[in-house]
């Protein structure tokens, strides 16, 4: 396992991270028991992953605690980071669906002890808005809110997950202007660069590293989804529609002879371009298995693609169409 510094920091994260929403909540096609979640963190810390990434809305706690349950006498060994942002206490979780936001002060140190005490332990790694709008983050009393928690040793940093869709572009570039911020995430896969390339750049001149989810564009680039999947409506995917799927196996088809020349299936080449973009820090595929975690691990074992069939990659990816990016309606 590789590892990268995290922005500004001097903590050292896994490339490979976990992303801890799958074992909480069933939006993935598969529900997760507690003792099958508690096996797949523990085979992933020891095939070398120390990079455990959460959220507090992930099943209203129930990812927090437990993460906490199984790394409450492992701490200094493990790198955890969770999010706020979303007041979930007397709301259905479906989908895509949004709950109401808030990062009220109040409500952030309540946030705060809550997902410390779920999570055992008396500081959090890395702490994170979730999802914020563009009017958060030119709100400066969160950032100075974050700031004391550093100076009180509850954080050691922070970052921002942009989203939930894709896009957010103008929400990323902003928040890295954050004196502190040390991570911005995004959803990012090698079928959809587009505002990542952009965020990535400028994190590299901020010292600010990316931290990427969905590197599978929702099961296109796993085969998971085929012209034949039909998903469910409470599925965290059923917001890609029919013509975007079709279109996403046409792009695959143009990547596969990349992928062949370098003895890649189309999964590895997808990873290991992520693994080879400057800028990048860690990446949390979706995972539902201990078989999938093992898959992941092997895929970060080195051979990162050449600068010449990364060009060969962008060149592709430039004669795509264009496609929509989400974003907070600007407010000068």
Request: charged share 30%; glycine share 6%; proline share 2%.
């Amino acid at each position: 396992m590789n590892f990268n510094k995290l922005g500004k920091t001097d903590i050292k994260v896994s490339e490979l991270g976990f992303g801890a929403w799958s074992i909480a909540l069933d939006w993935w096609g598969k529900k997760i028991e507690e003792d099958e979640a508690k096996r797949m963190l523990k085979r992933a810390y020891d095939l070398g992953i120390n990079f455990f990434e959460t959220g507090d809305m992930y099943g209203k706690g129930k990812s927090e605690k437990i993460i906490g349950e199984v790394f409450k006498d492992m701490r200094k060994d493990v790198i955890i980071s969770t999010k706020y942002g979303y007041d979930f206490s007397n709301v259905e979780q479906i989908g895509h669906s949004e709950l109401p936001q808030s990062f009220e002060k109040e409500f952030t140190k309540k946030a705060l002890r809550d997902s410390l005490e779920r999570l055992q332990t008396d500081y959090l790694d890395m702490y994170g808005l979730h999802n914020p709008k563009l009017n958060h983050i030119r709100e400066d009393s969160i950032f100075n809110l974050m700031d004391e928690f550093i100076k009180e040793d509850k954080i050691k940093t922070y970052q921002v997950a942009l989203g939930p869709a894709i896009g957010w572009t103008q929400e990323g570039l902003e928040a890295m202007d954050r004196t502190n911020i040390s991570a911005v995430q995004t959803v990012y896969n090698i079928l959809e660069q587009t505002p990542g390339n952009e965020l990535m750049t400028k994190a590299v001149e901020k010292n600010v590293g990316i931290l990427v989810r969905v590197p599978e564009a929702s099961g296109i680039l796993t085969g998971k989804v085929t012209a034949d999947t039909k998903i469910d409506e409470k599925d965290h995917r059923s917001v890609r529609k029919g013509e975007w799927i079709k279109a996403s196996l046409q792009k695959v088809e143009q990547l596969k002879p990349i992928a062949e020349r370098n003895g890649l299936t189309i999964t590895e080449l997808a990873m290991k371009f992520i693994m080879s973009k400057e800028g990048f820090t860690s990446v949390f595929p979706t995972v539902t298995s201990e078989e999938e975690i093992i898959s992941y691990v092997e895929m970060t074992k080195g051979n990162y693609i050449s600068k010449s069939d990364m060009r060969e990659i962008q060149e592709l990816y430039n004669s795509w169409p264009s496609y929509e990016l989400k974003a907070t309606i600007s407010t000068k």
